[in-house]
């Protein structure tokens, strides 16, 4: 059964700290990895990876794909208390060719920064 | 463009009856995608749709049924509400090439269900 695995499930930390969200995955016919950014209602999408190695940044957030290791990272740098939020990894599977919108979570990690 | 809207945004039903529930797609995407969001389960995938047609379902009972519009908006319905059933409904939509091209799923707000 597919299955993504997100930790810490939960971290506090303090304005300017760097975290690091893991993600490990078992997937069949792997597709796509995403992070997502949950505040209080719709996730909202950072990133998606599919090749190993090849970093995503975007601002103080980035993240890589390790394909060989099945596992993800997401940094965020010089963190702001407006980074807090659930942090959700998903991966998507490939059905013979095409991809049929199935997304599966992981458990999500709960940010908190303090000022 | 505006973004993946859903109605209504809260619910309060009571066991036993039914409800539905609505979602309507960025412009020009054609695949509409349902998840349940519990504390206890996290975000799992329903189904999804695509031109009218349902081309993948989660493990979810046969209670929770959707249909799409040939406009792409889609509608969840989910008859005999037990308490379980409250959570956060999330609908995601994406453009879908096919062909092997990889597309961001993009969500609504969510409609939240409390079952009483």
């Known amino acids: 059964e597919d299955k993504v695995v997100q930790s810490p499930l939960s971290l506090v930390v303090h304005e300017g700290d760097t975290v690091t969200l893991n993600c490990s995955y078992e997937v069949t016919n792997f597709r796509s990895l995403l992070w997502y950014k949950q505040e209080k209602k719709a996730p909202t999408f950072l990133f998606m990876l599919?090749?190993?190695?090849i970093e995503k940044k975007s601002g103080r957030l980035s993240s890589i794909l390790d394909k060989k290791e099945l596992f993800s990272i997401l940094n965020i740098t010089a963190t702001q208390t407006g980074d807090s939020a659930v942090y959700l990894c998903?991966?998507?599977?490939?059905?013979?060719?095409?991809?049929?919108?199935?997304?599966?979570f992981g458990q999500g990690t709960i940010l908190t920064v303090h000022p | 463009k505006a973004g993946v809207t859903q109605t209504p945004r809260y619910l309060i039903k009571t066991r036993g009856q039914q409800v539905t529930l609505s979602c309507s797609p960025i412009?020009?995407?054609?695949?509409v995608s349902w998840y349940q969001q519990t504390p206890g389960q996290g975000l799992q995938f329903l189904f999804e749709?695509?031109?009218?047609?349902?081309?993948n379902k989660g493990n979810f009972p046969g209670r929770f049924s959707g249909r799409q519009f040939s406009n792409s908006r889609s509608e969840m319905n989910v008859s005999t509400l037990e308490l379980g059933d409250s959570a956060l409904y999330l609908c995601?939509?994406?453009?879908?090439?096919?062909?092997?091209?990889?597309?961001?799923?993009?969500f609504g707000p969510g409609t939240r269900l409390l079952v009483l």
């Open positions: 998903a991966v998507e599977w490939n059905a013979g060719g095409t991809s049929y919108g199935k997304l599966t």
């Open positions: 412009s020009g995407h054609r695949s």
């Open positions: 599919t090749s190993s190695g």
């Open positions: 995601a939509s994406r453009w879908y090439r096919g062909g092997g091209a990889q597309e961001t799923q993009y």
């Open positions: 749709y695509f031109s009218e047609t349902q081309r």
